[in-house]
């Protein structure tokens, strides 16, 4: 079985703060997504990343695919309540098809005013 | 434009009961994709759609659970009989674009199996 590990799995800073969650794996995946889930609400897919080392910006968040493609990071800068929410990762095999994802538990980010 | 919308939102039913999951896509996608949550567990692919034919259902637990998706519009999850393993969240998710990850994903049905 192909595993996500995320981490932290609970984060809660202070408005303002930075941070950066993980989302490792032992597999190689031909692409990987991040998703955030707000209460009561599905996953809204924010980015996808492919190439190995590719480095993606939203705004104030900034996502980095590994070079090996097994790891993926989220760092956010600056980060206000809004941005509360469990984030998912979730990597589609290499070979398969990208809607069969494998997704992490998720990181629950709580970020107070 | 709405978004992919599901009901119910919440189900609580007894072991050995059938329960019957509704998910609308969002209008225009022709490719409609199941999900679930298990307890304590990550996100899990069920089956994907394309239009009214079953393209992939290789996520698909085993034979207590049947998707339809007549017309090809929206789609319905039964669960029969229901057993206590099938209590999780169930996510349904809709893309105009065939082949990628799915953009938007329902609130989904959180189902109780007691």
């Known amino acids: 079985t192909q595993l996500l590990e995320q981490s932290p799995q609970f984060l809660s800073i202070q408005e303002g703060e930075n941070l950066t969650v993980y989302c490792n794996s032992s597999?190689?995946?031909?692409?990987l997504q991040w998703y955030r889930q707000e209460p009561g609400e599905g996953p809204v897919l924010l980015v996808t990343?492919?190439?190995?080392?590719e480095v993606k910006k939203l705004k104030r968040l900034t996502f980095q695919f590994g070079d090996a493609r097994k790891d993926s990071s989220l760092h956010i800068t600056a980060a206000q309540p809004g941005d509360t929410g469990l984030y998912l990762c979730?990597?589609?095999?290499?070979?398969?098809?990208?809607?069969?994802?494998?997704f992490g538990k998720g990181t629950l980010l709580t970020v107070n005013p | 434009e709405a978004g992919v919308t599901q009901f119910p939102s919440h189900s609580v039913i007894e072991k050995g009961q059938t329960v019957t999951l509704r998910c609308d896509p969002i209008?225009?996608?022709?490719?409609l994709y199941w999900y679930r949550r298990v307890m304590g567990k990550e996100i899990k692919f069920l089956l994907h759609?394309?239009?009214?034919?079953?393209?992939?259902e290789s996520g698909m637990p085993n034979n207590r659970f049947l998707a339809e998706r007549t017309g090809g519009t929206y789609s319905t999850l039964k669960v029969q009989p229901a057993e206590l393993e099938d209590s999780g969240v169930y996510f349904c998710?809709?893309?105009?674009?065939?082949?990628?990850?799915?953009?938007?994903f329902g609130p989904g049905t959180r189902l109780t199996v007691l």
């Open positions: 759609f394309v239009k009214e034919s079953k393209q992939d």
């Open positions: 209008s225009g996608h022709d490719n």
């Open positions: 998710a809709s893309s105009q674009i065939a082949g990628g990850p799915p953009r938007y």
């Open positions: 597999s190689v995946f031909s692409s």
């Open positions: 990343v492919v190439t190995g080392g």
């Open positions: 979730a990597g589609a095999h290499s070979g398969g098809s990208n809607y069969k994802l494998t």
